[in-house]
């Protein structure tokens, strides 16, 4: 059984912002429930399943995960024991969507070249 692979988005939820926006990856993970534990461990804890529309059908393609973070130019090594103020000047509640992908997307390149 080959790897499973994972498509990564990220928000600033204080901020209302995009992070960072489809990476895609292969995972050292071939069973999601290992794969789901990795990621928890990693991006906070599960606040909701990722849902796409199948022929009228809800179907699970991913988790959202979510947990405090701090900025690259914190002064402060750890949130814990600063006021609500200085909890929000150095941190933000990071939001991740996690799809997950049994293999490589396919891409078709179409080339429209110009007329002389």
Known sequence: MSNLFIEISGTNDTKNYRI???IFEETAF???G???????KEYGGCTSKMYVDVCGKAVQIGWVFSK???YDDAKVKSVKGLSDKDRDNNSFICSTWISVHAEKPT???TYHYAKF
């Open 68 to 70: 405090r973070v701090l």
């Open 30 to 32: 071939a069973n999601k």
């Open 20 to 22: 960072y926006d489809n």
């Open 107 to 109: 891409v078709k390149t």
């Open 34 to 40: 290992e794969l789901y534990r990795a990621l928890v």
